[in-house]
């Protein structure tokens, strides 16, 4: 049999023309698939300079070789477009069961182009795509898209689809599949601007494996290694509802709006409290994790609020970010986040800029639409989420973003916008997680946990070597090895979670063999290779459109006011030196001072075809 | 009679506010579970941190023996002279 690279399909929105096409096997072989594929395609076919929300703009939604298989963990989604947010590479992976599907019907990928004239929603089958009208759609929520579709399609359908907050153009929009959402960067909006409510698959399981006899092999030892692995055990026991209890104790769990990093009556938000709020558990197609833990509220006045979540991003968006305590309002804030289609982080990071600001009173009522933001309110908080989702009074403003909202506000708001390059900051305090700080800052999508996520900083991980979590350019090393392993595992797709399973390092590699028929990937080093070679990429692309040192910075806040952590080390914490760390992982990256790839480095990783767009002042 | 080794037990760095920031100490354990006990006798209040009731190590946490998760033996993994532990936390990111 051939190499197995691929194939992909091509949607034009403006004239409706739709084509499928093969990926080149020097392609499959130089990114192997997944976020490999995604910057390979949006690197070539975008031009610089195109509007994020127009429609020059592409959306690219792509699962991996190993999606639809019966490796566990290796199915998830995700979206590679220009983010309406930072103006820069935008990546953001998904859950639920539609990476398999969109394998099913034959594809590894979808390229999205144009602009449709009215609302449209695409219907993928082995008989190929068709493009039908969603007027009845538009405005519907995501829960009731999904369940029109499925009703329409049949029960062998999977999907992702936009809430009203993507079809309002909420900056920070997220793309939902089943309670899973692509939710960083702002992909709903491309995908409402595109006038593109939903696309749905439609298929029976079929596979194309390059060795199918020895992937299963394989397959059955990757499933051993993982139900014998005690980091996977406690992931199915409590997916990331207490991750809260470790940032908490190291005074990483940002709080005010990124001034405290320990919560007062953290107690109360512990991933015990959660437990008694669950009601069951979902997960990814398969993966035994089950690492969604559902939650009801059945008292008080969020009585009868259901969430498929909030894991611990989400329960920091709206407990830390407005200093409450209330477990409830998390989970009635993370049901109308996905119902709406809004991304959790940005949108509590949001929500918390607007407290902040209240405080200082550069908004006051009249501004609030008569909501008194004053920390502690989670129920003015909850009725943001709905108002930003919805574009109405202040939420229109929000809407944007902290970068752009601050920018408008103006009267000194900017130093109270918490983000990197117009993406809000996640829930790891940089001053206290210096690692994973620096990983905000470098991240070509912006701040970013899982662009990079720092384990040494956090978990105490000794792989490659410990860190000090409040040291600086000591630590480019580390951001360097989990940024790139991160890449190469994201070519799968694999769930990031996986990665602490014990089985990536024996097993991803030689998968990929089995599944594409190209050896090299049973080679570690070279998924190291693939991996910075996917890192370098992107980051070509985000100077191509104007990116360089000074966008490599973390707010502010972290450079100039200490931590205040109440009773955990790091009080007085600030970041000293930034631009060490970045001479130093500018260094080792083999970037030039002005942090763009060299000529050197590009032609070591094959990217001859880049030399000529960095062309910019070096 | 046995005789002791000589191992070092590194603190992570989210008890450290529990041992006053002490990273590294020595250990002259023969077994995770007697390294751990040691490290008990120095820092009582660590016992609650790394047991659960039980006395099983907690679900979450982890100790890797120069770089190796010693999980599934975890208590009873024969520790070496010159051997690196480290104690981790085996949540994964959120």
């Known amino acids: ?618 | 009679m046995t005789t002791k080794v000589s191992a070092a037990i590194n603190i992570p760095q989210f008890f450290q506010h529990l041992v006053d920031g002490v990273k590294v100490t020595k250990t002259g354990g023969r077994t995770v579970g007697e390294c751990l006990d040691e490290l008990i006798e120095r820092f009582p209040q660590l016992e609650a941190h790394l047991f659960s009731g039980d006395g099983k190590l907690h679900g979450y946490l982890d100790v890797f023996i120069n770089g190796k998760s010693a999980y599934p033996e975890e208590l009873s993994k024969p520790v070496a002279d010159g051997d690196e532990l480290h104690i981790i936390n085996i949540i994964v990111g959120g």
């Not at chain 1, 194939?7 to 072989?29: C, D, W, Y």
């Not at chain 1, 970010?321 to 009635?332: G, L, N, W």
């Not at chain 1, 959790?344 to 006051?364: M, R, V, W």
């Not at chain 1, 930003?388 to 909202?405: C, F, Q, S, V």
Request: with cysteine; proline share 3%.
């Open chain 1, 1 to 618: 049999m051939a190499i197995n690279s691929g194939k992909f399909l091509r949607v034009n929105l403006s004239t409706g023309q739709t084509m499928t096409e093969s990926v080149p096997h020097q392609v499959a072989i130089d990114f192997i698939g997944g976020r490999g594929y995604g910057i390979k395609y949006l690197y070539q076919e975008l031009d610089a300079n195109v509007d994020p929300l127009g429609e020059d703009n592409k959306l690219i939604i792509l699962n991996g070789p190993l999606a639809g298989t019966s490796t566990q963990a290796t199915s998830r989604w995700m979206v590679i477009t220009k983010s309406p947010l930072t103006g820069g590479f935008a990546r953001s992976v998904g859950g639920a069961d539609f990476g398999a599907w969109l394998k099913f019907v034959g594809y590894e990928f979808i390229i999205i182009e144009g602009k449709a004239d009215r609302p449209v929603y695409l219907h993928l089958s082995r008989e190929g795509c068709q493009i039908h009208d969603a007027g009845d759609l538009w405005g519907k929520d995501t829960k009731e898209t999904q369940k029109t579709l499925k009703d329409e399609h049949g029960g062998n359908t999977r999907m992702v689809c936009i809430g009203p907050a993507g079809e309002k153009l909420v900056r920070y929009a997220a793309i939902v599949s089943d309670r899973r959402t692509a939710g960083r960067c702002g992909t709903g909006a491309v995908m409402g601007s595109k006038n593109l409510k939903a696309i749905a698959a439609t298929a029976a399981r079929t596979l194309e494996l390059f060795d199918e006899t020895a992937y299963a092999q394989l397959s059955k030892q990757q499933a051993t290694l993982i139900m014998e692995n005690k980091g996977f055990q406690n992931h199915r026991e409590w997916g990331t509802t207490r991750t809260q209890n470790i940032t908490n104790s190291l005074g990483i769990y940002p709080v005010l709006n990124f001034r405290y990093g320990q919560q007062v009556g953290h107690e109360k938000i512990t991933g015990e409290e959660y437990r008694r709020l669950r009601t069951g558990e979902f997960g990814c197609y398969s993966c035994p994790a089950r690492c969604g833990k559902a939650h009801r509220v059945e008292t008080g006045s969020y009585s009868g609020a259901y969430s498929e979540g909030p894991e611990y991003e989400t329960i920091w968006a709206f407990t830390g970010s407005v200093d409450s305590t209330s477990i409830e309002a998390t989970v009635a804030a993370d049901e109308l986040c996905d119902d709406l289609g809004l991304d959790t982080i940005s949108a509590g990071a949001c929500i918390g800029f607007a407290y902040e600001l209240y405080e200082k009173g550069i908004l006051t009522k009249a501004d609030t639409d008569g909501l008194e933001l004053k920390y502690g309110n989670h129920a003015a908080m909850v009725t943001l989420v709905k108002k930003i989702a919805l574009r109405e009074g202040i939420g229109d403003l929000l809407a944007e973003g902290t970068m752009r909202a601050a920018a408008s506000i103006g009267k000194g708001s900017e130093v109270c916008a918490i983000h990197v390059k117009g993406l809000e900051l996640p829930a790891y305090e940089p001053r206290g997680s210096k690692t994973q700080g620096f990983n905000y800052a470098t991240a070509s999508i912006g701040a970013s946990h899982c662009f990079g996520y720092s384990g040494q900083d956090v978990f105490g991980a000794v792989v490659p070597r410990p860190s000090d979590r409040f040291a600086e350019e000591e630590n480019a090393d580390l951001v360097i090895y989990n940024q790139n392993g991160t890449a190469w595992k994201e070519t799968g797709i694999n769930c990031t979670f996986s990665a602490g399973w014990g089985w990536v390092d024996s097993l991803f590699g030689k998968l990929l063999t089995a599944a594409r028929g190209i050896d090299q990937f049973s080679d570690n080093d070279y998924l190291w290779k693939v991996g910075e070679r996917i890192l370098n990429l992107e980051r070509a692309f985000n100077v191509r459109e104007g990116f360089g040192r000074k966008e490599d910075t973390l707010p502010q806040r972290m450079l100039t006011e200490p931590l205040h952590t109440r009773e955990a080390p790091g009080e007085g914490q600030i970041v000293r030196n930034q631009d060490k760390f970045l001479d130093n992982y500018y260094w080792l990256r083999g970037w030039t001072e002005a942090g763009f790839p060299s000529p050197e480095k590009l032609k070591e990783l094959g990217l001859d075809f880049v030399l000529n767009d960095m062309n910019v002042e070096q």
